[in-house]
């Protein structure tokens, strides 16, 4: 692994997105939970920072809030310019399976 790939966390984002769109909302991490069909407790984690959801639960923050969604979203378009500049030439998506 490139230095580059080696050191991409992409949680410190993905926190301030879910804090951003959910601690202002009154009960937050109780709406936070109803939408990433989890618990309270792990949602007051999320937004206290302590730890990020579990890809089933970012599945549900993605499928139920747009703006967490294209965090994400966000997230793989730098992850695919980054692998393109370690790797000139290389394809991305469906190209590089065809053949």
């Known amino acids: 692994m490139s230095g580059a790939t080696a050191s991409f966390?992409?949680?410190?984002?993905?926190?301030?997105a879910i804090r951003s769109h959910?601690?202002?909302?009154r009960f937050a991490a109780?709406?936070?939970a109803?939408?990433?069909?989890?618990?309270?407790?792990?949602?007051?984690?999320?937004?206290?920072?302590?730890c990020a959801p579990g890809v089933p639960q970012l599945i549900e923050l993605m499928a139920s809030c747009d703006e967490i969604e294209r965090e994400v979203m966000r997230l793989v378009e730098e992850r695919r310019k980054a692998r393109e500049e370690e790797c000139p030439g290389s394809k991305s998506?469906?190209?590089?399976?065809?053949?």
Request: aromatic fraction near 6%; charged fraction near 25%.
């Open 9 to 16: 966390d992409p949680r410190p984002r993905l926190l301030k």
């Open 22 to 25: 959910f601690a202002p909302l």
């Open 30 to 32: 109780q709406k936070l």
């Open 34 to 50: 109803d939408m990433a069909s989890s618990t309270p407790r792990a949602a007051e984690n999320w937004l206290s920072g302590q």
């Open 93 to 99: 998506g469906s190209d590089a399976s065809s053949g």
